[in-house]
């Protein structure tokens, strides 16, 4: 059974789950109705992070642009353009064991494409979440709803897995951010 997390929450993933190592990362959201001449295009995304919560390289970004990561830890399953039907909008699939020695956080965001031009935010969004599965047992073994904190934000910091005494746990971050997708490179050090 799934833990339920509350923003800011952690847990550890791998103590209690020995021989846990790869993952589905799944997102999934709802567009509220709205006015809007332009259709609704969440992305996901992976930031894999150093010791100064910082990529170390451009390289350490996966999104729609850089589906997997060289080391073959973090892979996007691919964009998802409306958000339509149930289930998970978008996915990653995480194996900790190939995930770099240097890397101590892997840092999960979503992000309105073109927010600005289209005048769109996550106050339009609905029924958001993360959830983490062990892709063995496709078992759901964290879940955190983001609820409705949000209005003019156009990206958002989920969760992140890191490293905690040779452990990975989970922590249900959910913060917002203005700037979309650029305003995240700049955070994480990506050259845009």
């Not at 993933?13 to 259709?39: A, C, H, M």
């Not at 589906?67 to 978008?90: F, I, L, M, P």
Request: a negative charge; charged letters at 25%; proline letters at 1%.
């Amino acid at each position: 059974m799934a833990v339920n997390l509350r923003k800011g929450q952690k847990v550890d993933l791998t103590k209690g789950n020995p021989g846990l190592n790869k993952l589905i990362v799944g997102l999934g959201w709802d567009v509220n109705r709205y006015d809007g001449s332009s259709d609704f295009d969440l992305d996901a995304s992976a930031f894999l992070l150093g010791a100064n919560g910082r990529v170390t390289s451009d390289a350490d970004f996966i999104f729609y642009g850089n589906q997997k990561h060289y080391s073959d830890s973090v892979e996007s399953t691919g964009d998802n353009r409306s958000g339509a039907g149930d289930g998970d909008d978008e996915q990653l699939l995480v194996d900790l064991s190939l995930v770099p020695a240097n890397i101590e956080k892997i840092a999960f965001v979503v992000t309105i494409y073109d927010a600005a031009e289209r005048r769109q935010n996550f106050g339009m969004v609905s029924n958001s979440y993360i959830r983490v599965v062990d892709q063995n047992s496709n078992q759901e073994l964290i879940r955190f709803d983001l609820g409705e904190d949000f209005s003019i934000e156009t990206a958002i910091v989920v969760g992140e897995l890191y490293r905690h005494n040779g452990e990975w746990k989970f922590n249900a971050v959910g913060s917002g951010f203005q700037g979309g997708l650029e305003a995240l490179c700049t955070n994480f050090g990506v050259n845009i």
